[in-house]
Each structure stands twice: as structure tokens, then as C-alpha cells.
């Protein structure tokens, strides 16, 4: 079992910033892939970005030029940097990881962190 634990959100005026975090732990795992989803009221969830073990790099067209996602390895750990944010913004971001444990690919998500951008 895989738990993640997401940080950061709040509430910022647009043109701020924040920065969320999220962090795996478990055992007996190997991280493919991680990444950060958000969903809007009345809206699909959808990728924001995500990163690969190998550091492949994946960014919504909304956000390119404006977040940036990292990670940590050795600590498990995804962080998102969001910059000159906008009220569009506005949604509960959900930290999702791709995993591998005993042969077999696993996906969890995380409890989602409130993100509210005010004009």
C-alpha cells in the first residue's frame, strides 16, 4: 500500500504563487511516474503535469510557461511550483503516482489540496 500526502494549497491573488508538495511512502515499491491532476466545480479532472523516473516531462497547455513540476527521489516526493497563477487556477489538485510492486503496476491519488485563486 502506497499513501501520499499533498501540501501546499491556499489561497492566492492571481499573479501569485504557491507550491504544493507530495509525498509516497510505503514499501516494497518503485515509482514510475508521478504527477499532479486538478478538477474544477463542474469540471472532469484533469492532468496538470507529471514527471518520470527518467524525467520525461508532461505540462498542460494552460500551464506551460508557468508551472514547473520536480521531484525527489531518493525522498518520494513531487512538487509542483505554480507561478503568475490565474482564477482559472482555481480547483483541488490531486497528486497521483504510477507505481510497481511485486510485478504489478499500481495507481494511487492523493486527498486532493484546495488551490483558490482570487482576481
Known amino acids: 500500500q502506497v499513501q501520499l500526502v499533498e501540501s501546499g494549497g491556499g489561497l492566492v491573488q492571481a499573479g501569485g504563487s504557491l507550491r504544493l508538495s507530495c509525498a509516497a511512502s510505503g514499501s516494497a515499491f518503485s515509482i514510475n511516474a508521478m504527477g499532479w491532476y486538478r478538477q474544477a466545480p463542474g469540471k472532469q479532472r484533469e492532468l496538470v503535469a507529471a514527471?518520470?523516473?527518467?524525467?520525461?516531462?508532461d505540462y498542460a497547455e494552460s500551464v506551460k510557461g508557468r508551472f514547473t513540476i520536480s521531484r525527489d527521489n531518493a525522498k518520494r516526493t513531487v512538487y509542483l511550483q505554480m507561478n503568475s497563477l490565474k482564477p482559472e487556477d482555481t480547483a483541488v489538485y490531486y497528486c497521483?503516482?504510477?507505481?510497481?510492486?511485486?510485478?504489478?503496476?499500481?495507481?494511487?491519488w492523493g486527498q486532493g489540496t484546495q488551490v483558490t485563486v482570487s482576481s
Open positions: 514527471i518520470t523516473t527518467r524525467g520525461r516531462l
Open positions: 497521483n503516482a504510477d507505481v510497481t510492486s511485486d510485478y504489478h503496476s499500481y495507481e494511487y
